[in-house]
């Protein structure tokens, strides 16, 4: 492998919608990462009436648009498809509002038809849960916010 194509590799890598890329080839390991770009929007700037609000429709907006996450991000290892529960009829490893510890298990990412135990770095309460159960994730993405 030249320089020119390792050059061709990363252009690819950086207008792809890719967040990671590993290529192995002989001797050669290449590893090629990026961070995906993220958009907070702030509450105010959400509008989910249109036209004049009611009194009612106020206080409707108010409970479904939620602060900012004040939590640590816990992301996403790998790319792969996220689920809540051991099995579709299992209850979920964790809810919001519920405490876990260090090492608790609070999902799992099947890769390549091998399930990953996402574990809880540290004790907690989990303030939300950011993906669908058999969604697909990407390497980095945050799959829960922990408090």
Known sequence: MD???????????????????????????????????????EPEEISLFSGKESEEEKEQKEEVISPVLKGEMVKSPLVGTFYMASSPEAEPYVKVGESVKKGQVLGIIEAMKLMNEIEAERDGVIEAVLVENGQLVEYGQPLFSMI
């Open 3 to 41: 320089l020119n194509q390792i050059m061709t590799l990363i252009q690819a890598v950086s207008d792809s919608n890719l967040t990671g890329f590993f290529l192995e080839e002989g001797n050669i390991k290449l590893k090629l990462e990026k961070t995906p770009k993220c958009t907070v929007v």
